[in-house]
């Protein structure tokens, strides 16, 4: 006996479902060259988009640099857009790829932000105590493979469900589940040893 | 259902990602095994911390220029598609033009090398008639015309039996000096050229 999961669209709301039409006629002006529904669009997903992919590099910098190429990217193959996924599935497409392309380009630890961050050099304690939790997570997340990253970062910073994981990296969802316990595992393994440390 | 199969299904489970069947099968076996339910409960409370400090990791915005930012590199992208004939510089950075470009300078170079060597031997091996009107204004001597367009050659030939037939390709040269050279001596003339 095996167990085939169904992943259930729990989150399927009618808001999101409406907003998925929304998008679908954005999507059909932006075909047919309409710039002006391209930046509405922009202002719906920059930050999302902007966000994922500092989940991925960890360097602000190259997050929103490489987001304006998702975007560029995006506005320039829009006219292959067909509608069989959500939009936003397939902009995250396009972002872990972007991303997936820069760190296999990038040297190590070489896409790291500062261990200050955007924090000034009179943070309080309180302050000074995210940027240690961050910068663990950081080091923990780095220690993972790209494949094992993207899922552990679709999942738990944007709360993709396993469906959509597996649409936004064409993987089986049988691979999403397996790959996402793995990277449980070891991130847990790499972030109470940065914890210890 | 086996424990096995439950603890598969844990992370599923507690991720809300399993169909609804397969939870209440799962939720029966809980209600049921001890051990399991601890697995259910730690496998639980490391998904709670893992995504607690996950959380810790910031989210930011996006900087008050990235539209800005967005449209210049939609526009660049679109001068990339321009053809090919009105960027120069996508012309040149292009392996075939960049070679065809250096062999054009080599050949100009080249040229530039040569062209004063044959400026200089011009006189000698032109047939436009310049050395047959020298020879008709006296500037050289007939010996001097012959010896630079190869026509004693041609000369020996004809008029001496014996004589190799010349490897020249000047014949026409000469040819065509004899047949303008009006102010040629009789002396030169009175031989046929083969």
Not at chain 1, 123 to 138: H, I, N, P, Y
Not at chain 1, 162 to 190: C, D, H, M, W
Not at chain 2, 163 to 172: D, G, H, L, V
Request: a positive charge; hydrophobic letters at 45%; charged letters at 25%.
């Amino acid at each position: 006996m095996s167990f085939h999961f169904v992943a259930p669209r729990l989150r399927c709301t009618n808001q999101t479902e409406q907003s998925s039409d929304a998008d679908a006629q954005l999507v059909a002006r932006c075909q047919a060259g309409e710039r002006a529904a391209f930046e509405i669009l922009l202002a719906r997903y920059r930050n999302r988009v902007v966000n994922l992919a500092h989940g991925f590099l960890g360097s602000r910098d190259d997050a929103e640099d490489a987001a304006q190429d998702v975007f560029a990217a995006a506005f320039a193959s829009i006219h292959t857009f067909r509608g069989d996924a959500q939009l936003w599935t397939w902009l995250y497409r396009i972002t872990v790829n972007q991303c997936l392309h820069r760190k296999r380009r990038a040297k190590p630890c070489e896409n790291r932000d500062d261990a200050g961050g955007d924090e000034n050099p009179g943070t309080t304690r309180d302050e000074s105590a995210v940027v240690v939790a961050r910068l663990g997570v950081e080091s923990a997340l780095d220690e993972l493979s790209p494949p094992l990253r993207a899922v552990l970062v679709l999942r738990e910073m944007h709360d993709l469900t396993y469906e959509e994981i597996a649409a936004a990296l064409q993987i089986p969802i049988g691979t999403v589940r397996s790959r996402l316990n793995q990277a449980r595992r070891e991130f847990k393994i790499a972030w109470t040893r940065s914890e210890e440390s | 259902m086996k424990c096995r199969q439950t603890e598969r299904a844990l992370p599923a489970l507690i991720d809300n990602e399993i169909a609804a069947p397969w939870r209440r099968a799962i939720e029966v076996h809980l209600q049921n095994c001890a051990s399991c339910r601890a697995r259910c409960a730690e496998i639980r409370a490391s998904h709670n911390v893992l995504r607690s400090a996950i959380n810790a990791y910031p989210r930011i915005a996006a900087s008050p220029d990235f539209d800005a930012r967005v449209w210049q590199k939609i526009a660049a992208r679109e001068a990339q598609t321009l053809p090919l004939w009105l960027r120069i510089d996508a012309i040149f950075a292009r392996p075939l033009p960049k070679l065809a470009a250096s062999a054009t300078g080599g050949i100009v170079f080249g040229f530039l090398l040569v062209a004063p060597l044959l400026l200089a031997n011009r006189g000698a091996s032109s047939n436009d008639g310049a050395g047959v009107a020298a020879l008709a204004r006296g500037e050289i001597s007939p010996e001097v015309f012959y010896t630079r367009h190869d026509a004693h050659l041609w000369l020996d030939f004809a008029l001496s039996p014996g004589a190799p037939r010349p490897q020249t390709s000047n014949k026409e040269n000469a040819w065509n000096a004899e047949s303008r050279a009006g102010a040629l001596p009789p002396s030169l003339l009175s031989g046929s050229l083969c």
